[in-house]
């Protein structure tokens, strides 16, 4: 399966542990296309309608729905995980997210 960066799939997170995000949501694909199309993995951050924004946490619309995409529970997944593609974040957010990741993972 061909995954592109800022796609959103329904994917199955279960089974997890502890406090990471469960069940089966829209997440987004956040790693680069390079991995996506060589790798069976995919980089992911949850998407959800319930908390407040935060540091991690941008405020997203998609599917005229209000949420989160949930940057501070970034999970590889298997592509087998991804049950369907939903459709694509658009590109003012995506923009925010690639600062959020700089923000989170460079010195």
Do not use: W
């Not at 799939?9 to 990471?20: I, M």
């Not at 987004?28 to 993995?41: A, F, I």
């Not at 998609?62 to 995409?69: A, H, S, T, V, Y």
Request: proline content about 7%.
């Amino acid at each position: 399966m061909v995954v592109n960066r800022f796609e959103i799939y329904l994917v199955r997170l279960d089974p997890t542990q502890g406090a990471e995000i469960r069940k089966t949501r829209p997440c987004l694909v956040v790693s680069p296309d390079e991995l996506n199309h060589n790798l069976r993995t995919a980089i992911m951050a949850p998407m959800t309608t319930k908390g407040r924004p935060h540091l991690f946490r941008l405020p997203c619309r998609f599917k005229d729905k209000q949420g989160l995409i949930v940057l501070d529970q970034l999970r590889t997944v298997d592509k087998t995980r991804l049950v369907r593609r939903l459709g694509r974040l658009d590109p003012k957010t995506s923009t925010a997210v690639l600062e959020v990741l700089q923000e989170m993972f460079a010195p």
